[in-house]
């Protein structure tokens, strides 16, 4: 049980600042719970976006100390508590009012991606036969929780406001459950090379370290997109055996 | 619609509020590297002490030309000018070069630390313009795949010399130096075998991988390597520079190789 103090920035669209708070942590208290005990106490006019308090809605991303994290998995007794804490909204959305941004820009890019197109059904009464292990390897994507904090910390967005070149590793993932699924028939990679720019991502991982369903988006998803890209656009021999073997 | 970032902390450079120690990774990073390169750099130039016994160093195989009797076609390639001095090593290091600098982990983990592309996580980066892997120069890095194919060649040679180190005079024998050089080679082999554009190749392309039962073998053993990528990159990476300095030392008479066998 201590009193401890907060630092949260306060404001909107047209700018803002951080301003102390303090309120008592008692054990087992997230930054969430923080977070509103101080809107009770006050400052009741505190503006933060949550739902589940579980970690599945994917409602509370903020930045703690300067990370990416959901408020409502981030224990107070894993941060240093006697330098205070940091709360900040997520720094790559326009912000709305304090700790909620305009994640709408996620969403609109998902629908730029090319739908999930099946193939015939295999059976008369429209049904698949899928393989558990063909499917398996698309099952970690579809864990996604829609935080976008991976969108957040992607330094080509985050830093370089490549919004409009870039689709960001959320929708990568998105985009490597449906171009991998065993039973579609969609071609997305030249929608990936261009439209979606996937060659702005230079690997650096840090999608991979903020996710909290601990989704390995670069190695898994990420980096097989590439090279589907490389097969397409800059591989020569692979052309050539696909033109000549017609895979 | 246009994103404006949300500048907080101020101008500092880099910017960033995290308070964890962001800069000790990339710091490794730069050091390590930094270290290999410099070292590497300085062992191609020597041109001597890359034989000992039955040894022969990583940096200087397969010994195309050279002194030594590792040495497939001569001394000295015609082609190669007189004024300027010649090595062995010249002739093949740019492959295993060019097989780690366009590598997947690599290439994330210099862009950090050489490039501050960006420098960590949420850290802010010096320079404004950014291409990535988009555009010219960095697209060339797409050419990995070629570079794999010829670094698994090298496996072959690599291991083809971890053998011959158990033979000393046609006799088999075991040294010190025979495990360093056999150590290498599996090193390199679980860093080679883990890559990710060979994993894509074996089957990772497939989206109905099962029906392909052999394709689907070789993949999760490529998976299996892929998910410690980074781990076999920096054994690998400090072991074949081990060796050559173990075959070095030997040489010069610093070291000796004691015999196990
Ligand atoms: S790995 Fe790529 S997508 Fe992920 S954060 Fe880094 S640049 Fe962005
Ligand atoms: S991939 Fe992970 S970090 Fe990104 S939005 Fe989904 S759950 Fe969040
Ligand atoms: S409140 Fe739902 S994820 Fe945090
Ligand atoms: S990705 Fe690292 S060796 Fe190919």
């Known amino acids: 049980m201590a009193e401890t103090n907060f630092k949260i ?18 054990e087992g208290m997230v930054v969430l719970d923080a977070v509103h005990q101080i809107q009770a106490e006050s400052a009741n006019d505190l503006a933060c ?17 300067g990370v990416p994290k959901l408020m409502c998995m981030t224990r107070l007794n894993d941060l240093p508590l006697d330098q205070g804490v940091n709360i900040q909204p997520m720094k790559t959305f326009p912000v709305i009012k304090d700790l909620t941004c305009d994640v709408s820009w996620n969403y609109r890019v998902k629908k730029r991606i090319k739908p999930f197109k099946p193939r015939k059904p295999d059976n008369e009464d429209g049904t698949w ?19 976008f904090l991976c969108q957040d910390v992607c330094h080509v967005l985050r830093e370089h406001q ?13 985009t490597a459950a449906l171009e991998m699924h065993p039973l579609d028939t969609e071609d997305r990679l030249e929608d990936l090379k261009k439209a979606d720019g996937i060659g702005y991502c230079n690997i650096t991982k840090c999608c991979t370290h903020v996710c909290p369903e601990e989704i390995t988006i670069t190695d898994n998803a990420i980096i097989p997109l590439k090279e589907r890209v490389v097969d397409r656009f800059y591989d020569p021999l692979v052309r050539l055996f696909n033109k000549l073997f017609g895979s | 619609m246009a994103y404006e970032p949300l500048t907080i902390s101020g101008s500092r450079i880099p910017n960033t509020i995290r308070r964890d120690a962001w800069w000790r990774t990339p710091v490794l990073v730069f050091i390590g590297f930094s270290t290999f390169i410099v070292y590497s750099t300085w062992a191609a130039f020597q041109g001597e002490h890359y034989t000992f016994g039955p040894y022969l160093s990583p940096f200087y195989s397969p010994e195309l030309f050279g002194t030594s009797s590792h040495a497939w076609f001569g001394i000295r390639p015609g082609f190669w000018p007189d ?8 002739l093949i290091l ?70 011959l180190g158990f033979n000393f005079d046609g006799k088999f024998g075991i040294g010190v130096g025979s495990l360093v050089l056999m150590i290498n080679v599996v090193l390199l082999a679980g860093y080679t075998f883990g890559c990710h554009s060979l994993r894509h190749l074996v089957g990772g392309a497939l989206d109905q991988i099962s029906k392909s039962p052999t394709r689907q073998c070789a993949w999760k053993g490529v998976t299996c390597l892929n998910k410690k990528h980074q781990m076999w990159a920096w054994l690998s990476l400090f072991w074949v520079g081990f060796t050559d300095v173990y075959v070095r030392l030997c040489s010069m008479g610093i070291w000796t190789d004691f015999r196990i066998l």
């Open chain 1, 9 to 26: 920035w306060r404001g909107d669209a047209d700018g803002g600042d951080f301003q102390e708070y303090s309120t008592e942590v008692t």
């Open chain 1, 49 to 65: 976006r949550w739902n589940c308090k579980a970690g599945k809605c994917g409602s509370c991303s903020a930045e703690v100390n």
């Open chain 1, 162 to 174: 490549l919004h409009e070149e870039f689709i960001g590793p959320r929708a990568l993932v998105y």
């Open chain 2, 83 to 90: 004024w300027f001095p010649y090595s062995p090593a010249f």
């Open chain 2, 94 to 163: 740019w492959a295993p070069a060019g097989f780690r600098l366009t590598c997947y982990y690599y290439r994330g983990a210099y862009y950090k630390a050489f490039w501050a592309d960006p420098p960590a996580c949420a850290v802010s980066e010096p320079r404004k313009n950014y291409r990535g892997e988009n555009s010219f120069p960095l697209i060339i890095q797409n050419i990995h795949r070629y570079m794999l194919y010829v670094a698994m060649g090298f496996i072959v040679f690599l291991s083809w010399d971890a053998i």
């Open chain 1, 129 to 147: 036969n899928i393989n558990q292990d063909d499917i398996d390897r698309v099952q970690e994507f579809r864990k996604c929780i829609e935080c």
